[in-house]
Nanobody, 122 residues
Framework: QVQLVESGGGLVQPGDSLRLSCAASGRSVSDYAMGWVRQAPGKEREFVAAINYRADSTHYADSVKGRFTISRNKAKNTVYLQLRNLKPEDTGTYYC???????????????WGQGTQVAVSS
């Protein structure tokens, strides 16, 4: 079992930045690929970013490429998502998720956190 706890969400203005954190615990958690998935109100979950277990390969949705950065600190079992130049369409609940291999389909993640809210509004 893997447990994931997100933090760092909040209410910000367009153009602002945020850093989300995901603290992971459980057996062999450092061997998992990690990802971030978001869900806007009334919409389906959407892949945002993923990083492999070695932390040497990352993947991003086109909508966030160049603005968001995923990283992980394996010593701390923590995954981060740096959000820059936020837009109102980035509003939603951001979930941390774990999978055996890197996946971009939200349905294929094995473990999920409870989510953290990000609201971008002027």
């Amino acid at each position: 079992q893997v447990q994931l706890v997100e933090s760092g969400g909040g209410l910000v203005q367009p153009g602002d930045s945020l850093r989300l954190s995901c603290a992971a615990s459980g057996r062999s958690v450092s061997d998992y690929a990690m990802g971030w998935v978001r869900q806007a109100p009334g919409k389906e979950r959407e892949f945002v970013a993923a990083i492999n277990y070695r932390a040497d390969s990352t993947h991003y949705a086109d909508s966030v490429k160049g603005r968001f950065t995923i990283s992980r600190n394996k010593a701390k079992n923590t995954v981060y998502l740096q959000l820059r130049n936020l837009k109102p369409e980035d509003t939603g609940t951001y979930y941390c998720a774990a999978s055996v291999v890197v996946v971009t389909d939200p349905a294929k993640y094995d473990y999920w956190g409870q989510g953290t809210q990000v609201a971008v509004s002027s």
